[in-house]
Nanobody, 127 residues
Framework: QVQVVESGGGSVQAGGSLRLSCMLS???????MGWFRQAPGKEREGVAA????????YHADSVKGRFTVTQDNALNTVYLEMNALVPEDTAMYYC?????????????????????WGQGTQVTVSS
């Protein structure tokens, strides 16, 4: 059973940075890995994704230029580097693993394409 564990959330002031980590246990990164977020009262939205080969990278328009997804195959870990944070980035952030590398692509942002989910890590940005 693949397990996904996120870490790195916290509280930060606007303009600050955070790095989220997502470790995959009992599995390999030979699959698409995605980051999603869900704010109170809002639907879960795709933030970024990275396929097993490390490229291309996918980022939502709302975070382009500020967030970057990367992976370290040796550590079985995916990261989400978040810079220039704004209060609108406040949400629970989830890491998800697709069943294969093919999960990435044109519909990388659809949560129903991912099979395994972490518990989430809270990110709070204050103004």
């Amino acid at each position: 059973q693949v397990q996904v564990v996120e870490s790195g959330g916290g509280s930060v002031q606007a303009g600050g940075s955070l790095r989220l980590s997502c470790m995959l246990s009992r599995g390999t990164l030979r699959r698409c890995m995605g980051w999603f977020r869900q704010a109170p009262g809002k639907e879960r939205e795709g933030v970024a994704a990275v396929p097993s080969g490390g490229s291309p990278l996918y980022h939502a328009d709302s975070v382009k230029g500020r967030f970057t997804v990367t992976q370290d195959n040796a550590l079985n870990t995916v990261y989400l580097e978040m810079n220039a944070l704004v209060p609108e980035d406040t949400a629970m952030y989830y890491c998800a693993a697709g069943p294969s590398f093919a999960t990435c692509g044109g519909y990388w942002y659809r949560s129903d394409r991912y099979s395994y989910w972490g518990q989430g890590t809270q990110v709070t940005v204050s103004s």
